[in-house]
């Protein structure tokens, strides 16, 4: 065995021992290694360099993504020392596109959770956000912005998938045109180099294309795949799986409805607003929001996936009344205590729950869910049900206190509330301070 593949095989084991935690919880990317930087474009401005064309995030929904950007100027003080100050320059969101109505955008605002030096020196930062649990399933434009560096924006950069899913991989075909590779039941094509860039895509023709050439080291199921500069022996990293293309649906706009006249499967994702009915036919494989629970500034809808086989048309009927939610908290929570909150979900429908800052949860048919609040304080929670029927609101609130040695619980005031004993004293509490006074050659200690 060479030197240099030798010293590959240290650094696979080496990756893949650290961080065990992690790797449960963020998207595909195993690894970036430094010689990847050299395919960066040079300038300061600000560049994405995961994900990026040619090399998108594959993430489930409400799991953690960690996104790598050159901002155009090392963040002074370093954010590992002023880590909310950096906060406050990061912004991300997710931008998708879909068939139905102009009345609802496809928009989900990300909250940068941590950012940190990905290299001991240079300009390259690595952030982390988290994809809402309600995300529905697709490609979708990621739009990052930072302090003094501006705003960059990757055409179809993240996959979506639903909670579960297994990722489906093929060959990117030639002479295919983007309007059916778009709708074919296939999350990231693989090519062995990326096309050159003819022009910007409009948002309706990009792809999550994955190149061979990309320098990074990608895992699924237990498996790392490496491309490009990331590890080029091919003896420790087997080549990334690229079946062949699934049979091509064929969509034909008709009187009727939309029919697929080719010979597979055609995946749809219909965006609609909040009132529209949605009762289609086939029944789709899920409804999800199109936006944040708490979205001011854009307009709120519904995203419905639904998988058209070859010789179907979609086809759309009445739906019914969509019922309210209802949240009813189990008593007071704590940072250290969590609160059970019982959740009404209407039939056929899912509901989104959102509380302070990052807290979300997205729920189909478990009737409740625990919260542990970050702060005390009183704690509003806001529900959204998604489904056939028109979406409706809710808001709850739960009371958060601080628990003290003893069971003694005190709220956001300080005041006790519950577990505590307290005894009034009347007049001047007076505390004993300890004086010397001197007695000749002695030292005696007095009350005053």
């Excluded at 594959?58 to 996104?67: C, I, K, M």
């Excluded at 959770?113 to 697709?138: F, K, Q, Y």
């Excluded at 990293?237 to 009187?255: D, I, Q, V, Y």
Aim: hydrophobic share 40%; with cysteine; net charge positive.
């Amino acid at each position: 065995m060479s030197r240099g593949g030798l010293r590959s095989g240290t650094l696979v084991l080496v990756l893949w021992a650290l961080a065990p935690a992690e790797r449960a919880q963020a998207d595909w990317l195993a690894a970036l290694p430094p010689c990847a930087d050299a395919t960066l474009p040079e300038g300061p401005s600000l560049v994405l360099a995961y994900p990026a064309r040619g090399l998108p995030a594959l993430v489930e929904a409400g799991r953690a993504l960690r996104v790598y950007v050159r901002v155009a100027a090392p963040l002074t003080p370093a954010p590992g020392i002023q880590q909310a100050r950096a906060l406050r320059g990061f912004h991300a969101r997710l931008e998708g596109t879909g068939a139905g109505d102009e009345a609802a955008d496809l928009v989900y605002r990300l909250r940068v959770r941590d950012v940190r030096n990905a290299r001991p020196r240079g300009r390259l930062m690595r952030a982390t956000v988290r994809i809402p649990p309600w995300t529905a399933p697709g490609s979708y434009d990621l739009v990052v912005g930072a302090m003094r560096s501006g705003t960059t924006r990757v055409r179809a950069a993240v996959r979506v998938l639903a909670r579960g899913a297994t990722p489906r991989l093929a060959a990117l075909p030639a002479g295919v045109p983007p309007e059916i590779l778009r709708v074919a039941p296939v999350d990231v094509w693989v090519a062995e180099r990326l096309p050159p860039r003819q022009r910007r895509p409009r948002a309706d023709e990009a792809l999550p294309i994955v190149a061979r050439d990309a320098g990074a080291l990608l895992r699924l199921g237990g498996t790392l795949y490496g491309l490009g500069c990331a590890f080029a022996d091919a003896q420790h990293s087997p080549p990334l799986p690229a079946p062949p293309p699934p049979p091509w649906p064929r969509l034909s706009p008709g009187p009727d409805g939309l029919h697929n006249a080719g010979e597979g499967d055609a995946e749809l994702r219909l965006v609609l607003g909040e009132r529209v009915p949605l009762m289609l036919e086939p029944r789709p494989e899920g409804i999800w929001p199109s936006t944040n629970v708490r979205a001011p500034g854009l307009r709120p809808g519904r995203v419905a996936r639904v998988r058209l086989p070859p010789g179907a048309r979609l086809a759309r009927g009445d739906a019914p009344e969509g019922g309210s939610p209802w949240l009813r908290p189990g008593g007071v929570a704590s940072p250290h205590r969590p609160v059970r909150i019982e959740v009404e979900i209407p039939r056929g429908h899912g509901v989104a729950v959102a509380w302070e800052e990052d807290g979300m949860a997205w729920l189909t048919d478990r009737p409740y869910l625990d919260i542990r609040p970050a702060r005390l304080g009183l704690v509003e929670l806001h529900a959204l049900a998604v489904g056939p029927g028109p979406s409706r609101r809710t808001t709850a609130s739960v009371e958060s206190v601080g628990v003290r040695p003893g069971g003694c619980a005190a709220g956001s005031t300080g005041a006790p509330l519950a577990g505590c004993l307290v005894v009034p004293f009347l007049g001047r509490a007076r505390r004993p301070r300890y004086t010397r006074r001197r007695r000749g050659k002695e030292s005696v200690a007095a009350v005053r």
